[in-house]
């Protein structure tokens, strides 16, 4: 069973930056899409960001295009989520998500997550 | 991007079967029978229960159903037990993006 590891959350200042990484245990890394789906306190789930085995597919939510970028280092298993001009609507646990292998649609592997905080 | 729409609550006691609906749209659910589930404890990450509208991944109890009808979802968990008392988010693929419901906190009587 693979093992997604996230690092990277703390605090960051409106307009800052935060850079998150997923570090994913487990062989064939490259060929499974990997997603971040974030969770305000006390609400929902929100998908953020896809992108694909390998890097030729990238996908934004609308209310983070533009200031967000996902990328993948396949050599180093690992899922980055750079994140510019935050807002205090940012604040949230960001779960690395792997979807399942074969060009799936769904989650099947979640990170424990990493809470993010934007505030002044 | 609105979520899909699904009840704030749903309760049932033990042995009880319960049905919680997702409602979406003609470009989401309606679109892709891509529709998965998934079950998240206080403090816990999600875990996927049904995938691709009512399939079981390996591991996860017959007792969670899926099904699918035009722009609408629903899953069902029959025999309730204790330990399904949690919130429950329904999702779905919509070309380029992925639209999450709003959430459905279950409540075990």
């Known amino acids: 069973e693979v093992q997604l590891v996230e690092s990277g959350g703390g605090s960051g200042q409106p307009g800052g930056s935060l850079r998150l990484s997923c570090a994913a245990s487990g062989s064939n890394f490259n060929i499974y899409g990997m997603t971040w789906v974030r969770q305000a306190p006390g609400k929902g789930l929100e998908w953020v960001s896809y992108i694909s085995g390998g890097s030729s597919t990238i996908y934004h939510a609308d209310s983070v295009k533009g200031r967000f970028s996902i990328s993948r280092d396949n050599a180093k298993n690992s899922v980055y989520l750079q994140m510019d001009s935050l807002r205090a609507e940012d604040t949230a646990v960001y779960y690395c998500?792997?979807?399942?292998?074969?060009?799936?649609?769904?989650?099947?592997?979640w990170g424990q997550g990493t809470l993010v905080t934007v505030s002044s | 991007q609105s979520a899909l729409t699904q009840p704030a609550s749903v309760s049932g006691s033990p042995g009880q079967s319960i049905t919680i609906s997702c409602t979406g749209t003609?470009?989401?659910?309606?679109?892709?029978?891509?529709v998965s589930w998934y079950q998240q404890h206080p403090g816990k990450a999600p875990k996927l229960m049904i995938c691709?509208?009512?399939k079981r991944p390996s591991g996860v109890s017959i007792r969670f159903s899926g099904s699918k009808s035009g722009n609408a979802a629903s899953l069902t968990i029959s025999g309730l037990q204790a330990e399904d008392e949690a919130d429950y988010y329904c999702?779905?693929?919509?070309?380029?993006?992925?639209?999450f419901g709003t959430g459905t906190k279950v409540t075990v009587l």
């Open positions: 691709e509208v009512n």
């Open positions: 999702c779905s693929y919509a070309g380029g993006r992925w639209v």
């Open positions: 998500v792997r979807l399942d292998n074969g060009g799936s649609y769904y989650f099947d592997s």
């Open positions: 003609s470009s989401d659910v309606g679109s892709y029978n891509l």
